[in-house]
C-alpha cells in the first residue's frame, strides 16, 4: 500500500487562515484513498481582543459638571490593539487611557493616581470582579489630597454643600463581555453592556476613593478565545464526520507566545474524495470552526495520504 508525506510550510501560508499547495501535477485520489493529519507546530498567537473578534472598543463615561451639583455624562472610547489581555492587562491598558484623556485624579504628595475602574481577577469565585467609584467634589478631592490633572477636559462638582457624587460607567458589547464573563449568554455584537446600568449618585460629606459599584461576572469569563484548532482539508470526504472534511480538532497545550505541537502517535486516517486535484488546501478554524485568528503565520504541518493500492 503506498502511502506519502506533505510538507505545509508558512511559505504556503495564505491570510487570514489557509495552508495551499499546489501540486506539481495532477493527484488521482482513487477509492478507499484515506488522509490525515501526522504533524502540525506553529505558534500560539492568538489574540482574545481584536478587531476581527469584534470585541476591542470599550468606553468610559464620566461626569462633567457644568455648576453645582449640575452634570452630564462625556463618553471616551478606547480601542485595544489586537493582542492577548490578561484581566490584569485590561486593568492596566484602561487605566493607563484613564491618565492619558487626563480622566484620572492626582496626588502630587503621594505621586498616586485614583481610577474611576478597577477590574480584577475574583480567583476564589472563578469571576471577574468590575469596581467603578464615585468621583468626589472639587472640594472633597481637595481634602483628600487629589485634583484633576492639569489640562483635565472635565470638571468637579463646585458645589460645597449637599454635594453630590456622581459615579462613571463602563460600557462594552457582548463580544467583550464574553472575555470578562458579562453580558448575554448568546453574545450579539450590538448588544452594548454598561456598569452600572445608570449613574450612580450620593449625597456626600466626605470622600475616600467611594466605590459605587462592586460587580462579579454573571457568567464564566473566556479570557482565552480560543482552545483549539480544527483542520479541515478540500480532498477530505468522510460521511461520518460533521462537516465532511474534517481532518482534526486538536487542543492548544501552549501558553501564549510558545509553540504549540502536536505529533501523532496514531494517525487518524480520514476518507479522500475520488477526485483528480492539482492543489491542497487545508483550512484552519477554533473550536466552533470559525476563521481561526492569528498573529503569527510561521506553520507548519505534515499531511499522510495513504494510497488504497
Known amino acids: 500500500m503506498s502511502s506519502g508525506l506533505i510538507l505545509f510550510r508558512s511559505s504556503h501560508f495564505v491570510a487570514p487562515n489557509q495552508l495551499v499547495m499546489q501540486l506539481p501535477a495532477p493527484m488521482v485520489l482513487k477509492p478507499g484513498t484515506m488522509c490525515g493529519i501526522y504533524m502540525t507546530s506553529q505558534y500560539n498567537s492568538f489574540p482574545n481582543i481584536s ?27 478606547y480601542t485595544f490593539a489586537d493582542g492577548y489581555y490578561s484581566f490584569s492587562d485590561i486593568n492596566s491598558a484602561l487605566q493607563q487611557f484613564c491618565i492619558s484623556q487626563k480622566l484620572a485624579l492626582y496626588n ?24 467603578m467609584g464615585y ?8 481634602a483628600a489630597g487629589f485634583a484633576l490633572m492639569s ?7 463646585p458645589a460645597t454643600s449637599n454635594v ?55 457568567k464564566a469569563p473566556m479570557i482565552n478565545a480560543i482552545d483549539s484548532i480544527s483542520y479541515r482539508c478540500n480532498i477530505a470526504s468522510n460521511q461520518c464526520s460533521i462537516p465532511d472534511d474534517l481532518l482534526a480538532v486538536l487542543p492548544i497545550s501552549s501558553s501564549y507566545g510558545a509553540i504549540n505541537q502536536y505529533v501523532a502517535n496514531s494517525i487518524m486516517w480520514v476518507p479522500c474524495a475520488v ?26 504541518l505534515v499531511l499522510a495520504i495513504r494510497g488504497s493500492d
Open 51 to 77: 478587531s476581527a473578534l469584534g470585541n476591542n472598543v470599550v468606553s468610559l463615561q464620566v461626569p462633567h459638571f457644568t455648576g453645582a451639583n449640575t452634570y452630564s455624562m462625556v463618553t471616551y472610547s
Open 108 to 131: 502630587s504628595s503621594t505621586s498616586t493616581y485614583w481610577y474611576p475602574f478597577f477590574l480584577c481577577a475574583n480567583t476564589v469565585l472563578y469571576k471577574v470582579q468590575i469596581q
Open 135 to 142: 468621583y468626589p467634589s472639587a472640594a472633597l478631592a481637595t
Open 151 to 157: 489640562g483635565a477636559p472635565i470638571a468637579l462638582n
Open 164 to 218: 453630590t457624587l456622581v459615579s462613571a460607567q463602563f460600557t462594552f458589547n457582548d463580544f467583550f463581555g464574553k472575555v470578562i464573563g458579562f453580558g448575554s449568554t448568546t453574545p450579539t455584537s450590538g448588544v452594548s453592556n454598561s456598569l452600572p446600568t445608570a449613574p450612580m449618585t450620593k449625597v456626600a460629606t466626605a470622600w475616600a476613593k467611594d466605590i459605587a459599584q462592586t460587580s462579579l461576572s454573571t
Open 275 to 300: 477526485t483528480t486535484t492539482n492543489r491542497i488546501v487545508i483550512t484552519l478554524g477554533d473550536q466552533n470552526l470559525s476563521a481561526l485568528t492569528q498573529q503569527d503565520s510561521e506553520v507548519n
